[in-house]
Nanobody, 119 residues
Framework: QVQLVESGGGLVQAGGSLRLSCAAS????????MSWYRQAPGKQRELVATVTSSDSTNYADSVKGRFTISRDNAKNTVYLQMNSLKPEDTAIYYC?????????????WGQGTQVTVSS
């Protein structure tokens, strides 16, 4: 059983910073892609940032220059450093990972962590 557990959400003023973490645990061989998504009230879930197993990164235009995604393969953990936060960044943030479990790749999601940015 593979689990993704997120932490680090909270309430912050506009212009502030937060760091999200997501750790994978359980029985698996390796982790391919790790990503952060977010979903604001009344909106569809959107991709925020992705990091591959070779540390290639990609960002949504709305967060470029403000957010940084990184991963620690030894800890099976992905991070999202969020700086210069804006009220429009308010959402539930979900961790995603594509994991090789021996017989193929499977997709896993975390439970979500709330990020609220006040103006």
């Amino acid at each position: 059983q593979v689990q993704l557990v997120e932490s680090g959400g909270g309430l912050v003023q506009a212009g502030g910073s937060l760091r999200l973490s997501c750790a994978a645990s359980g029985s698996f061989v390796s982790i391919n892609v790790m990503s952060w998504y977010r979903q604001a009230p009344g909106k569809q879930r959107e991709l925020v940032a992705t990091v591959t197993s070779s540390d290639s990164t990609n960002y949504a235009d709305s967060v470029k220059g403000r957010f940084t995604i990184s991963r620690d393969n030894a800890k099976n953990t992905v991070y999202l450093q969020m700086n210069s936060l804006k009220p429009e960044d308010t959402a539930i943030y979900y961790c995603y990972a594509r994991i090789w479990v021996g017989l193929g790749y499977k997709d896993y999601w975390g439970q979500g962590t709330q990020v609220t940015v006040s103006s």
